[in-house]
């Protein structure tokens, strides 16, 4: 083993794999970057927050669809979708654009419906007979893919068979 001083190499390699130490404390801008982040996510602009209520009392029907606007790849949601009609619907049809449900799998959907189709670039749910006064409440459970990264738009239709009755814009933002 050679002994004396260390070589000019054997320096330069032990120089670069110092540990050197953490600062003190963190940079202002570090926490305040952090603080910000974790209040955005407090107030659910980051995906997790409650629903958001889509309405349009038409006419006919007035309708409401409850979802979250924000979510993040990969989360669980629940959309309730409600129909009052104010006058009898013979064929009552709810259509879900497929824009909205791009990119999600959906779990649930109750109750179930008489008749299932897809037309016009719309799932289109067909119920029983709809009295005025009584109210269609429908629930949707699904989960967003983890590869989507894109925001997911489209209307909810309420038609009796071909008829439109009421419709709403859905836009709910994604986020990895």
């Given at each position: 083993?050679p002994?004396g001083?260390?070589?000019a ?20 801008v ?10 955005l ?5 980051l ?24 979510l993040r ?5 629940e959309?309730?979708?409600?129909v ?30 008489a ?13 029983d ?20 990264i ?7 239709i ?19």
């Amino acid at each position: 083993m050679p002994t004396g001083p260390p070589s000019a190499a054997r320096v330069n390699v032990a120089l670069r794999f110092q540990v050197k130490p953490a600062p003190a404390a963190p940079s202002l801008v570090a926490l305040a970057f952090f603080l910000a982040l974790f209040v955005l996510a407090l107030r659910g602009a980051l995906g997790g927050g409650p629903p958001s209520l889509f309405s349009n009392p038409a006419p006919s029907a007035a309708l409401d669809v409850a979802v979250p606007d924000v979510l993040r790849t990969g989360e669980f949601f629940e959309m309730i979708i409600s129909v009052d009609p104010t006058v009898s619907i013979a064929r009552p049809t709810v259509g879900i654009e497929l824009g909205l449900w791009r990119g999600a799998t959906i779990n649930s959907f109750y109750p179930a419906a008489a008749a299932e189709s897809f037309r016009d670039g719309a799932f289109r749910f067909e119920f029983d007979r709809l009295e005025q006064g009584r109210i269609l409440v429908i629930k949707v459970d699904g989960q967003l893919n983890e590869d989507l990264i894109a925001p997911l738009a489209g209307k909810i239709i309420v038609s009796d068979g071909d008829r439109p009755l009421a419709s709403t814009d859905i836009r709910i933002k994604v986020f990895p």
